[in-house]
């Protein structure tokens, strides 16, 4: 599965973003996605997380109530809308797809997805 990220940016604190992830090649393997971040000198953490086939969604504590993600199967694309941008949402965003068989694995587990994309830089100024 190849995966493209867009949308990423720069915004004022309390401004909005929307983070678009397409999937590409074997999308048929994937069987839910993610969406991580890495701020500078910090490891890549866990946002979101929805499955393909019940859209169930998962959120971080930090960006509960701020975060929505979603997708259109048809398009095979996973969004990230950011509302209540904060300096510390500062970070590079990635998506990336797992397959079923790690269906067991915790969302926040990085090591459970096996496609990356090459991610999107978000700058939130105070």
């Known amino acids: 599965v190849q995966l493209l990220e867009s949308g990423g940016g720069l915004v004022q604190a309390g401004g909005s973003l ?3 992830c397409v999937a590409s090649g074997r999308t048929f393997s994937s069987y839910a996605m993610g969406w991580f971040r890495q701020a500078p000198g910090k490891e890549r953490e866990f946002v979101a997380g929805i499955r ?14 701020r975060f929505t993600i979603s997708r259109d199967n ?3 694309t996973v969004y990230l809308q950011m509302n209540s941008l904060k300096p510390e949402d500062t970070a590079v965003y990635y998506c990336a797809s797992r397959g079923p068989t790690s269906a067991g694995s915790s969302w926040s587990v990085r ?3 096996d496609s990356w994309g090459q991610g999107t830089q ?3 100024s105070s």
Do not use: I, M
């Not at 393909?52 to 109530?65: E, I, P």
């Open 74 to 76: 048809a398009k095979n």
């Open 111 to 113: 090591t459970a997805y």
């Open 18 to 20: 929307r983070l678009s």
């Open 122 to 124: 978000v700058t939130v």
């Open 52 to 65: 393909w086939s019940f859209g169930s969604t998962y959120y971080a504590d930090s960006v509960k109530g």
